[in-house]
């Protein structure tokens, strides 16, 4: 079965830096790898979803995540970080016979100060 | 436009109340699903629907009754809840299901239940 590791629990970044929030993945072959937003209170955003081509993909809200086979990662950048982007951050693999069940990771709490 | 709805926002009730939560999607979506989401842990699977029939039911205790009424409408019915099962649930949709291929699921904002 596949699995998926966000290795940071809480990043704290300052507005107008760069911000990257790690996943990997264990899974045989390539997976369909997503990004999801979740702000306080609220449900899951998709920010951005690789199936199949460039390995660099761009989402909404200017993130960009760039899928690594080699090391089994699909990690999350934005190079300029808003307040607003302050917020929970979830990396999920879909994987197998299963088309239905996603994976997540734990997610990464993102804090983003003045 | 990749919009769920989900109504109320919030619910409180007790553990003898029966109550229900709703979901909609207009986008032509065959398949739902329900989620259960605490508090800074990632969502949960309980629930898939295919095309208006229960696909997939993970384990989910039978105080939570899910029925999809029409194509748009998904319904989780609820009766003597427990404290624990005060979560964030969460309503999902996708373009279809058992393809072959994955596809995209869309969430809703959820419904914040508390169980007293």
């Known amino acids: 079965a596949q699995s998926v590791t966000q290795p940071d629990i809480h990043i704290t970044v300052s507005e107008g830096a760069s911000l990257e929030l790690r996943c990997n993945y264990s899974y045989g072959a390539t997976p369909y790898l997503f990004w999801y937003v979740q702000s306080p209170g609220q449900g899951l955003q998709l920010l951005l979803k690789y199936f199949s081509g460039d390995t660099l993909v761009q989402g909404i809200k200017g993130f960009e995540a760039e899928f690594k086979r080699s090391q089994s990662s699909f990690n999350l950048r934005k190079p300029s970080v808003h307040w607003s982007d302050a917020a929970e951050y979830f990396c999920?693999?879909?994987?197998?016979?299963?088309?239905?069940?996603?994976?997540f990771g734990a997610g990464t709490t993102v804090t983003v100060r003045a | 436009d990749t919009e769920v709805t989900q109504t109320p926002k919030h619910l409180v009730m007790g553990m003898t109340n029966k109550k229900s939560l709703k979901c909609e999607q207009h986008?032509?979506?065959?398949?739902m699903y329900w989620y259960k989401q605490k508090a800074k842990k990632p969502p949960e699977l309980m629930f898939v629907?295919?095309?208006?029939?229960?696909?997939i039911n993970e384990s989910v205790p039978s105080r939570f009754s899910p029925e999809c009424p029409n194509s748009s409408l998904l319904n989780l019915h609820l009766h003597a809840l427990q404290p624990e099962d005060s979560a964030l649930y969460l309503c999902?949709?996708?373009?279809?299901?058992?393809?072959?291929?994955?596809?995209?699921?869309?969430f809703g904002p959820g419904t914040r239940l508390l169980v007293l």
């Open positions: 999902a949709s996708s373009q279809d299901l058992g393809a072959g291929r994955w596809e995209t699921q869309y």
């Open positions: 986008m032509g979506h065959r398949a």
């Open positions: 999920a693999v879909g994987a197998g016979s299963n088309d239905y069940k996603l994976s």
């Open positions: 629907y295919s095309y208006e029939k229960l696909s």
